[in-house]
């Protein structure tokens, strides 16, 4: 099909545009860019050298991609914004590109970014998130698949949100939030597990009970993570969940959140 990028767009003649793309008046595409066939781009979107970004995406007025990590370790060496098929980036995102840490950010597919979002330098967001208006991710955080991050939310430098978590709006999120779990306040808390979202993606209600046998062992019965970990794998069925689970916390290199009564889970040797 024939493009549709207006006279208006400044293009750079090194810029690689894809089939069926559209790019609007005011737009600006810098040099090293490669847009995937079918994308839109707003008028007014900015996108800076070292972005890669994938088919049929639509990319809303005001957002930038790939402009410098803001990080004063930052020293100009080369880095990318890597961004999956069908990902929807709303009006004034910004997305930094990488840094020496991992030399990429990175969205997988099928993600919404809403409006005035910011993923900051390092970013790893998985497929099919929601991250809500205004949510702040600092350097180096990773979200895994299916994570939803309501509005206004913040999340502190290298934290990890496990798949099909929920954090609520407005949360300040400072440790890791294990798999399957939903979380609420400043700090934020432990407030159960996503059974709204695990019932909207299909897991069965056999799943979703051993998921929550998990999680009580973890925050409701009196155990440290450690010995939760043990009486998982002593006494509850296993499942690709509980393995899932395990895999998170042992990996979590700044704890994972307390429960709401301030039951600590840290991992304690």
Request: proline share 3%; hydrophobic share 40%.
């Amino acid at each position: 099909m024939e493009q549709l990028i207006s006279k208006k767009a400044e293009i750079h003649p090194d810029a690689k545009i894809g089939e069926n793309v559209t790019i609007e008046a005011f737009a600006k595409i810098d040099k090293d860019v490669i847009i995937g066939d079918g994308t839109w781009i707003g008028a007014n979107a900015t996108i800076y050298p070292g972005a890669r970004i994938g088919k049929a995406c639509k990319v809303f007025p005001g957002a930038v991609i790939s402009a410098e990590p803001q990080d004063l370790k930052f020293d100009g060496e080369y880095s990318t914004v890597e961004v999956g098929d069908r990902v929807t980036v709303r009006e004034y995102v910004t997305i930094n590109r990488g840094t020496a840490a991992k030399g990429v950010t990175r969205v997988g597919n099928d993600t919404l970014l809403m409006a005035y979002a910011h993923l900051g330098h390092d970013v790893e967001v998985g497929s099919h998130c929601v991250v809500a208006n205004s949510v702040q991710l600092a350097g180096e955080v990773v979200l895994e698949d299916w994570v939803v991050i309501g509005g206004m939310s913040a999340v502190h430098q290298f934290c990890r949100i496990g798949a099909h978590a929920m954090v609520s709006g407005m949360c300040g999120v400072l440790s890791d939030v294990a798999p399957f779990t939903k979380v609420f306040g400043l700090p934020a808390a432990y407030m159960g597990i996503n059974v709204v979202g695990l019932r909207r993606r299909g897991f069965s209600r056999e799943q979703i009970d051993n998921v929550h046998d998990i999680y009580r062992a973890l925050y409701q019965q009196g155990r440290n993570v450690s010995q939760a970990i043990e009486y998982m794998q002593a006494y509850l069925d296993p499942s690709p969940e509980m393995g899932q689970i395990i895999n998170f916390i042992k990996g979590s290199k700044r704890g994972i959140i307390k429960n709401a009564v301030g039951q600590t889970s840290t991992v304690t040797s």
